[in-house]
């Protein structure tokens, strides 16, 4: 489907935006508490999701 290439690229830009969108989140919350109360359950339901959506992908694969 994917070149090893591709693969490692898409890996690599997840990694890095994780990483920016991170360090990124953790400035503005310093600067500005209240507007990131209750964003650990977001957070939480965001991957339940994609995990979910992961767990669908491989059970309906051949």
């Known amino acids: 489907m994917f070149s090893i290439g591709q693969q ?17 989140y953790s400035k503005d919350k310093k ?3 209240e507007y990131f109360k209750g964003t ?15 767990l669908i992908k491989f059970l309906t694969h051949n």
């Open 40 to 54: 650990y359950k977001i957070l939480i339901v965001f991957f339940i999701i994609l995990s979910i959506l992961f």
């Open 31 to 33: 600067q500005q508490r």
């Open 8 to 24: 490692i690229f898409a890996i690599l830009f997840v990694i890095c935006f994780i990483i920016i969108i991170s360090i990124s």
